[in-house]
């Protein structure tokens, strides 16, 4: 994934397309620090899977930027932290939509024969694990409580 990150930076520059370099070098540099252990973190190699956790956070923070410009009228503003979005996520797993998370919460409620409320951290950890990425588990955990009711 970096180096589709790096190559598309060589693109957008080749390209001159200033708004599309920007949010590029943003992720090049979220990955530069979280490999040199700045923001409290400590230091580590930064594969795939973290590349996906970064840029989830980077697209959940332009979310509430956007509610932000939105309250105080600043439309230009919040088109521009969508437009970084829409960059964002094209480097982002395809999210399962509702009706997925769903069936993979129930096949997994019934994988690991959880049957109370005392059962769903270990079927939050077995979700993460598995669907990384994929799947918005703030909404799987809404599903995964009214299944083990």
């Given amino acids: 994934m970096r180096a589709r990150i ?20 943003l992720i090049t540099a979220a990955i530069k620090d979280r490999e040199l252990g700045i923001g409290g973190q400590a230091p580590t190699d930064v594969g795939d899977a973290e590349i996906v956790v970064i840029l989830q956070k980077m697209v959940k923070q332009r979310r509430e930027s956007i509610a932000t410009y939105e309250k105080a009228g600043r439309t230009d503003l919040a088109d521009q932290e969508k437009s970084e979005i829409a960059i964002l996520e094209a480097y982002l797993p395809k999210q399962m939509d509702e009706a997925a998370t769903k069936a993979a919460v129930t096949a997994l409620v019934a ?3 959880a049957a109370g409320p ?18 918005d588990f703030g909404k799987a955990s809404g599903v995964l409580k009214e299944l083990l009711k």
């Fill in 6 to 25: 790096n190559q598309d930076v060589k693109d957008a520059m080749k390209a001159g397309e200033k708004a599309r370099l920007t949010t590029l070098r």
């Fill in 118 to 135: 005392k059962d769903m951290g270990r079927v939050m950890g077995a979700m993460k694990e598995r669907f990384a990425g994929q799947m």
């Fill in 111 to 113: 994988e690991l024969g």
